[in-house]
């Protein structure tokens, strides 16, 4: 097995020169040493690199809070778990028996660790230009759809009601259109209006205030 | 002021090709744009990475809790603003007037902040290797005086507990020796005693417990 996995030894077109620091980095520690914890430590710390220099780069005029904020969403457990799940990670990990039948390989902070441990894994195999080059390969399309800085972060009625409010303009209101569904799986429906420019948008959700999120984001992308 | 600067423009021995850099990195937000505090989310990330590989290399079967509890010690902020001291960064500091007037150049969040600042600055002027080296010039004494990684972040009560049972020994007793001063500025005397080895230590304290917590750091030195 460990063989097998040696001849494909790499992620996506990166190839490892040492196919047991790889398969170290997809070893969650249930299945015993050596696993990816340690390799974790240093990969988060080399992920938060690459992405706050390119928050850096890309953003000349952004305060720290903004920077910390996109990084903070850019680097959280579920964002990981996303890149996991779009290399194929999942199926690849080596998990202790537990874990296994729990459909560890499917939990997003199993995920999330083992990217971190692979960011690792490829330092330590091909120094830091290729770490780069590999971390950048995932984090170009997010950072490419990063809102801008000053939105980063915000839920959209905090969003809505800041670009209102620089403008001078008058705050949203919204109004409750709908509550159906049973008690325990109840839908709220939500109108979002604006009076200048005179717009609204209507949003869903499982509580009154995430259908007013929704509303206000759906009202936001008319704004963009 | 900003020529005379110009002229001395570098840490230590570090020159730097582009003063401006440098002078960014010593201007706290209080004195106006442009200041130091995107340089500071910048550095913030290398130095723990720098901190996290050396942990990585110098520790090899540490596991993830220790190499986190010691880089959380090494880059707080007042180990951080002790290297400011050492370098004399507080009487370079720019601050606005305010800031000038309530010692803002003694105070430990503005030297660290700029501390890391600097370690940005560092960066963007001579790279990633440059940036490291001056970082291990002030951390390799410290990371040379770390404790083993199983009694790194805790304190000298629960490592002198773990050390003694670790070995099946009886756990130490804390006897309160005195108590003098007034009411609102009282000392704390206390006796730290094991029996195997048979050993005791004294120590002082504001309080009862950090006067037990310094009695126990004292028997420890006995111990390491």
């Known amino acids: 097995m460990a063989d097998e996995r040696a001849a494909d030894a790499g992620i996506g077109d990166h190839r490892f020169v040492d196919p047991a620091l790889l398969r170290r ?9 050596p696993h990816n914890e340690r390799l974790e430590f240093l990969g988060d710390a080399l992920l938060n690199l690459f992405v706050a220099e390119q928050l850096y780069q890309r953003w000349p005029s952004a305060d720290e809070g903004a920077m910390t904020r996109a990084r903070a969403e850019l680097v959280r457990e579920s964002t990981l778990a996303r890149i996991a799940r779009d290399l194929g990670l999942g199926e690849r ?3 202790g028996p537990g874990e296994m039948k729990s459909g560890g390989h499917r939990r997003d902070s199993i995920l999330a660790d083992a990217v971190e441990a692979v960011i690792a894994a490829r330092y330590l195999d091909a120094g830091l230009e290729a770490c780069r080059e590999l971390v950048l390969s995932w984090y ?13 972060g915000k839920d ?13 303009w008058p705050l949203p209101a919204y109004a409750l259109l709908a509550e159906r569904g049973d008690e325990h799986d109840r839908i709220f429906q939500v109108r979002c ?29 008319h704004l963009a």
Chains 1, 2 share one sequence.
């Open 93 to 95: 990990l080596t998990l």
């Open 25 to 33: 980095a997809l070893t969650h520690r249930s299945a015993g040493s």
């Open 193 to 221: 209006t604006i009076a200048q420019p005179p717009l609204s948008a209507e949003g869903e959700g499982t509580s009154r205030r995430a259908a007013e999120q929704s509303a206000a984001e759906a009202l936001l992308a």
């Open 156 to 168: 959209p009625k905090t969003r809505l009601q800041e670009w209102l409010q620089a403008r001078g």
């Open 140 to 152: 170009l399309p997010l950072l490419d759809a990063l809102p801008p800085p000053n939105r980063v």
